[in-house]
């Protein structure tokens, strides 16, 4: 789950590798399958190596599904951005892999045949992943979003704290079209410096 960032209504993390925030459909489907089994054992573990960096056992039986997998930690997360329903790229063609083994080690090379992302796509999914992820937080619900809309939630959730009532991409549009140059600058800049490129 590289670039994604979990809010869970008290702080902003970037989450880590073995760390997996349960999408809504797929607690859905854990929690269809506990009628079906007395426990359910996760294990949560980085995309390579054999490291198991955290886990739950949640209790089934008795419709105890819910209430164990909430004592630790297991709630429903809404995904917002791309990548969890809209690809982040199309390939035309798998992509070749080459690898060489040389004197001093291992070469290889992987080929990405992706197209370029859709600009437009990628900032009307901000915006509106944005309005969604200021709803979420308005109600303390967790929510993990990508980078795109991690920017556009920090940069406009100042300004929409005291909107009334939902808050709809036109409104987060209208909040960071119409902030001032400068304020948007230096709200750019500080984000950056929280989450340096780095560590997104």
Known sequence: M???FLNDGFKETKVSPGQFP?????YELLKKASAQVDWIL???CPLYGDEVRDAAIIRCCNGMFETSAAR??????PYLGLGKETPFGRQDRQGEVEFG??????????????????AIELFN???SGAAEALNLARRG?????TTSVQLAY???KDSLKHKNGNVGPQDVLKSIGGMDPSEKTARMQNWRKRWPADSV
Do not use: H
Not at 72 to 77: A, R
Not at 141 to 145: D, G, L, M, Y
């Open 2 to 4: 590289r670039q994604w």
């Open 22 to 26: 349960i999408s809504c459909e797929a």
């Open 42 to 44: 996760l294990a949560f």
């Open 72 to 77: 630790q930690g297991i709630v429903q997360t």
């Open 101 to 118: 083994v040389g004197s001093d080690g291992v070469d290889y090379l992987v080929e990405n045949t992706s197209e370029q992302m859709d």
């Open 125 to 127: 999914n901000a915006i």
């Open 141 to 145: 619900k967790p929510f993990a979003a």
């Open 154 to 156: 920090d940069i406009a």
